[in-house]
């Protein structure tokens, strides 16, 4: 009996093992499946627990949708945008920081310590891409 569970247990193995490369190789294929950026993921991950872009109440830090307005201006490169950001989040300093309102409201971020490729990645995803966020900013910059 127990030679029989062992040999139906081994068959089983063998065909999940077979059908996930099956499935593998079918998702990899799969020119409809979208990719999801790096940056998003680190962005959602590391910087969405202070900058959350809709949290309403309770909110410790400016949405990032508002960070990208702030930061990125009509001729400001990639380039440009990229170091600032960084160069801001590894060293926060009044005189580096371009949200005065955010630091009256939320006081000044404290230094934070991800690796610089992180922070390189999350910038260009913030850069190259739509940042989801409360959907006043047009109004919030009238203010």
């Known amino acids: 009996m127990k030679k029989f569970i ?3 247990l081994g068959i089983a193995a063998f065909m999940a093992c077979s ?13 409809m499946q979208e990719t999801v950026h790096e940056g998003e993921i680190l962005l959602k991950k590391n910087c969405y627990v202070c900058h959350h872009p809709t949290r309403e109440t309770g909110r410790i830090a400016p949405p990032m949708q508002y960070v990208k307005g702030h930061y990125i201006k009509e001729g400001t490169t990639e380039e440009e945008f990229t170091r600032a950001f960084v160069s ?12 005065p309102g955010a630091i009256a409201n939320f006081g000044l971020m404290p230094q934070q310590a991800f690796p610089e490729e992180t922070l390189k990645k999350i910038a260009d995803y913030i850069y190259n891409n739509q940042i989801e966020g409360p959907g006043d900013f047009e109004e919030h910059k009238k203010k």
């Open 19 to 31: 059908n996930t490369t099956n499935n593998a190789e079918q998702f990899a294929d799969n020119p």
């Open 6 to 8: 062992v040999a139906i």
């Open 88 to 99: 801001f989040i590894l060293h926060p300093t009044k005189l580096k920081a371009r949200m």
